[in-house]
């Protein structure tokens, strides 16, 4: 769980490479599943409780809940041991039944009023949809298979995870208990991810034909579940071999596994954790120069935070060019729409909306100083940017309240909006 891996589609694999967000609170919260899902091959009865939770986890992540359960269904499904054909169809439909319930209560609930574009701006919305994930999603299908060749040939997991399990295979016999127990579900979860990925071209070629906008392109981040699947392959050929060592070497190993990943993992928290650890210990081969550009980056975000805070008003608009998200979930300041709001601009149906946020995204991808014909002539006086190299431009525009070595804090003069809200006015600057 603590190695970082990364994926397609913008995203990665690892409980500790990066900050706390819902896709990480699901990797913390999938080996729990996995383990019930272990205790339902020899207990057929659980395997709707697990099926229901896997269900519950949308509350958690909804893209990657909806490729786990399908992991599980398909794991399940091929289970056949001694049941005759009609009790086996049964259970799967009951298994199915349990993960259908939740996930239809939590789209009800939480997607039941989302309006949908007006027909007549069809191609308004296309284009905000389409600039929104320009960028992990720019080609999907070479997105996923560039990514799946990269971990088969320069990085061998999945080969060496394909040699592991037909090894395991070949000598299951002599697999301890629980290894033996988790070894049937591997190629369900496999095939359910693969499944997965059928049922989404199938959506996304179906929306395609019928001019709508797909909904189930996130849900292949789901397939970064194979690298977790892999490292579990491999983690089953070492226990193949590991009760032939002495006890003490075992525990030995264990500890030096601990202490390597630990040491050379490069995820967020692990870095923070070592550098927290020399900090208090004064053992300064613990700590790195990344730990130290983070900590220095992070309270030169927080110093201007803070700042930002004493300087706003009540409720006063804030523009950041950066997708600076702190300044609305840190900070707690109302924020001029950016790139990563491309998505609340989409569902909220507003073609005024959609056409500013879309004039806004051109003009700071026009140039690297784009960004300041926005703050000119939108209605945020407020400017938070990393852009410390442009000092001297933003300058003539408004007035510095706060700056430090990565921030610039701004507020526009009042000549500079009167001139710009002229231009708008005669019809120059749209």
């Known amino acids: 769980m603590s190695i970082a891996v ?10 500790m490479r990066s900050d706390p967000v819902p896709r990480i609170f699901y990797a913390d919260l999938w080996p729990f599943l996995l383990l019930l899902a272990c205790a339902a091959v020899k207990r057929p009865s659980l395997q709707p409780v697990v099926m229901f939770l896997s ?35 049964g259970l799967s439909l009951l298994n199915l039944l349990s993960f259908a319930v939740p996930v239809v209560i939590y789209l009800k609930v939480f997607l039941a009023d989302t309006p949908a574009p007006p027909a007549e701006y069809t191609g308004l919305f296309a284009e905000v949809r389409a600039l929104r994930y320009s960028k992990d999603w720019h080609d ?24 592991s399990a037909v090894v395991l295979f070949k000598k299951r016999q002599q697999l301890a208990g629980p ?3 988790l070894l049937p579900l591997m190629p369900g979860m496999v095939l359910g991810i693969a499944g997965g990925c059928v049922l989404c071209a199938l959506e996304m070629w179906l929306a395609r034909h019928l001019g709508r906008q797909n909904m189930s392109q996130e849900i292949l981040r789901g397939t970064r579940f194979l690298v977790p699947l892999s490292w579990l392959l491999l983690t089953c050929l070492l226990s193949l071999y590991w009760q032939g060592l002495a006890p003490l070497l075992r525990r030995g190993i264990v500890i030096l596994l601990a202490v390597v990943l630990l040491s050379l993992g490069q995820g967020k928290q692990v870095v923070a954790a070592r550098h927290a650890l020399a900090d208090m210990t004064g053992l300064g081969w613990l700590d790195t120069e990344e730990a130290r550009q983070i900590k220095a980056h992070s309270l030169g975000l927080r110093d201007a935070l803070q700042a930002l805070r004493a300087q706003a008003g009540p409720e006063e608009l804030v523009f950041t060019d950066g997708d600076c998200m702190a300044v609305r ?20 149906a507003d073609p005024d909306m959609a056409r500013r946020w879309l004039a806004m995204q051109h003009r700071m991808a026009a140039d690297a100083t784009g960004y300041m014909e926005v703050w000119r002539t939108e209605q945020a006086a407020l400017l938070l940017t990393r852009h410390v190299e442009h000092k001297a431009l933003l300058l003539r525009y408004g007035v510095l309240l706060f700056e ?7 507020r526009r003069s009042p000549v500079a909006a009167d001139a710009d809200a002229q231009v708008t006015r005669s019809g120059y600057a749209d």
């Not at 430090?404 to 701004?410: G, S, V």
């Open 140 to 163: 999907v299908w070479q997105s996923l298979a560039d990514i799946l060749r990269y971990y088969t040939f320069p990085v061998p997991l999945f080969p060496a995870a394909a040699v």
């Open 6 to 15: 990364h994926w397609s589609f913008g995203t990665f694999w690892g409980s």
């Open 329 to 348: 979930f840190a900070a707690r300041m109302p924020m001029l729409p950016v790139h990563k709001d491309g998505n609340v601009i989409y569902y909220a």
């Open 404 to 410: 430090n070595e990565d921030w610039l804090l701004l």
């Open 55 to 89: 269900g519950c986890a949308m509350l958690v992540h909804t893209v990657s809940a909806l490729m786990g359960g399908a992991m599980f269904f398909m794991a399940f499904f091929l289970l056949w041991r001694d049941r005759g054909l009609w009790r086996h169809a």
């Open 179 to 181: 290894v033996r127990t």
